[in-house]
């Protein structure tokens, strides 16, 4: 990973950045989103709470901002305190749902993570795993 500078209220990477290349949100940090090239260049960029940057969205520099390109498959759900809509993943495919088979799983847990999938027209999948005990 090349060394991060700070210019201007923004880090980049060590060098120029292309501008016309799309990058990936890979992490959020509540002030600072992670971002990563194709190529695999990574770096973060400080954020203010009116963006509204979710990891998964496709991102490129614009005239020194950052704008959002392309957000499909989004996986939200409603806040908490009847806020608004709370972004947990963007571009997001398929679901995979991986509970344990002993304690038994909570199905409305199952099924809420379902109903969420669906209505954003994601494909669920359900992992249930198994436990090996060694009886001694």
């Keep these: 990973m ?3 500078i700070k210019k201007e209220n923004r880090i980049e990477p060590q060098g120029s950045l292309d501008s016309s290349r799309t990058f990936r949100v890979c992490a959020h940090y509540g002030v600072e989103v992670a971002l990563r090239s194709i190529r695999g260049d990574r770096f973060r960029i400080p954020v203010d709470h009116k963006h509204q940057y979710c990891v998964g969205d496709y991102v490129e520099e614009v005239n020194q901002e950052w704008i959002i ?3 499909e498959g989004v996986l939200s759900r409603r806040g908490a305190g009847y806020r608004s809509e709370q972004m947990i ?5 398929s679901l995979v749902i991986a509970v344990a088979g002993e304690p038994p799983p909570r199905v409305g847990l199952i ?16 992992l249930v795993m198994k436990n090996d005990t060694i009886a001694s």
């Design 2 to 4: 090349e060394p991060a």
């Design 69 to 71: 390109t392309r957000r």
């Design 89 to 93: 993943a963007s571009n997001v495919d």
């Design 111 to 126: 099924e809420r993570a379902c109903i969420m999938a669906c209505v954003q027209k994601i494909m669920p999948y359900i």
